[in-house]
């Protein structure tokens, strides 16, 4: 159905990514054929996105495209797995030619930055939806899974916290801000940076990994609930941008980290025996992280404020008890 | 989002198939972790299905989620490929827990007879929406591809074509038919068999193979555009149902078997070295496949009569020059 449109879309994909060698045949067959490299495992993710439900009704295609891979992209990377290929279910209320030409642009230039390449999918007509399952590989040993984290282990966190949800705001008219921030901001919702480098950095030495598109809280707390512990984040702690400081005020801001969603930076636990490599690589600049808290034992997560002192978190925010 | 309802899925699947030897790791991570058997390569397929477009709205849920998986099956079996692993991306209206337990019923039913495992997804709030990424595997010389068939090869099909559409009709009211016919039919419709051992059992002598979901005439055309060849399709010998013969008449049931799509039959041409095998096959039960035709030199598909005379087939069917 609808097989002129996916042919569209192919038309205007250079075939980034690994290519020959192992995508042994790419769109247009019944099936693709793939070739994982000998000794690795697959790594596999879906993730969907609705318009009016994860992003604005007549946002810019080009903007959905690069959207809609970068959280798959995320997810690859909480796993510290290397991204290789995409399947595309796209439903499309319409066979708009620009949308399309704009959305595969946006898709394109997201395959090319992270070098992995669409071998298929189906298109069909109908509300706005975009369903991608991307495909990549790692070595068994060196998957990082939400299970692995232990008492005393270090969390971290990639990059800054409380961006996309400021974008968002933004987007919505709910945030007044100054040009450049807002466009940093946007910037931040629509094109989320996967963190694929650094998944692939940290897998000699994390225990566990996740990436944060709900929220710190809530995915910290997938964390907890798969290790069976607890966790501890240490708010004065959490690296914000000076767009979002400025913009936002610091308990927004805080607030919007601890729970906004939309980030996808990756929440990662470090036990004592990894901690002089985890540091070396950030002296070196290679990993952009911060630690903000301990694991723990128990259950569930607690944030505390610079005295140690236990916060109340609601869903209106942070507060002392 | 959602996470509940993925829950609740996950909660009625009794992990069938291949489970915990090529399963690492399944649902509730970032990523599923799967470990094709060595020497082998992946095949990957997508397909969706919307209500409204592939199936009538307010359709029973257990139905739904049968089809969804059958579809998917087919173009696994089109490829020669062992089904194993599928990724689930569910858009829907509300959070029917009765829904989502017969839907996830009949998706495990299917699962369970062609041993594959659910290894994640996503679930979005929207319009009824599946769509499925099938994984499987095979080694990668035996993969059928559509672009093999080469002048001389003798076309052949899978079962019965036509059902497909007449399931549909009398689904829509528009086929008349007495309770048994119908509910052969509908089955047709609604629990189309893939026909996974029919694929494997060709992959030694096969030279191109394709799944009937458009209807014969478009899908063997794919055949013929891949392998730039033509093809002849004698159309006295397309096997037809009794039940299809008896309610819509010959000449409807001829034209629904040539244009009607929903068949999920195999299309597959056989070169003179194996049509042996490939009657042995059939004589023995193993294989339930009639020749229809043969490929020749040029490019489309023609149709011709019992004394090789051209038909000319329009979108209101095929009749005489």
Chains 1, 2 share one sequence.
């Not at 596999?44 to 604005?56: M, Q």
């Amino acid at each position: 159905m609808l097989a002129d449109e996916f042919s569209l879309i192919k038309r205007y994909f250079s075939d980034c990514g690994t290519g020959a060698s192992d995508t042994l045949l790419g769109v247009g067959d019944d099936c693709a054929l793939l070739a994982p490299p000998p000794g690795e495992v697959l790594a596999v993710t879906t993730d969907s996105l609705l318009a009016g439900v994860h992003f604005p009704l007549d946002s810019p295609a080009r903007l959905i495209g690069l959207r809609a891979l970068a959280v798959n992209l995320s997810d690859m990377a909480a796993m510290a797995a290397t991204p290789r290929w995409f399947q595309l279910a796209l439903s499309i209320p319409e066979a708009d030619q620009d949308w399309l030409a704009e959305f595969s642009a946006g898709l394109n230039r997201m395959a090319c930055d992270f070098n992995c390449t669409l071998v298929g999918g189906d298109t069909t007509r109908g509300p706005l939806t975009i369903s991608i399952t991307l495909l990549g590989t790692v070595p068994p040993e060196q998957a990082l899974q939400r299970s692995g984290a232990k008492p005393g282990d270090i969390v971290f966190v990639s990059g800054t916290l409380g961006d996309g949800a400021g974008g968002l705001a933004v987007l919505e008219g709910r945030l007044p801000v100054d040009m450049g921030g807002a466009t940093y901001l946007q910037d931040r919702f629509w094109q989320p940076q996967a963190r694929v480098a650094e998944g692939l950095a940290i897998r000699g030495f994390a225990s566990a990994a996740i990436d944060i598109s709900d929220g710190l809280l809530a995915d910290l707390g997938h964390i907890a609930a798969a290790s069976r512990v607890g966790a501890e984040v240490e708010v004065d702690k959490l690296p914000l941008s000076q767009v979002l400081q400025r913009s936002a005020g610091l308990e927004r801001g805080r607030n919007w980290a601890l729970s906004g969603g939309d980030d996808y930076e990756l929440c990662f636990t470090v036990p004592a025996s990894g901690l002089a490599q985890c540091q070396r690589l950030i002296d070196e600049g290679v990993l952009n992280a911060t630690p903000i808290g301990r694991i723990i034992q128990g259950g569930g997560v607690h944030c505390i404020d610079e005295q140690g002192a236990l916060l109340d978190i609601s869903t209106s925010g942070y507060q002392h008890f």
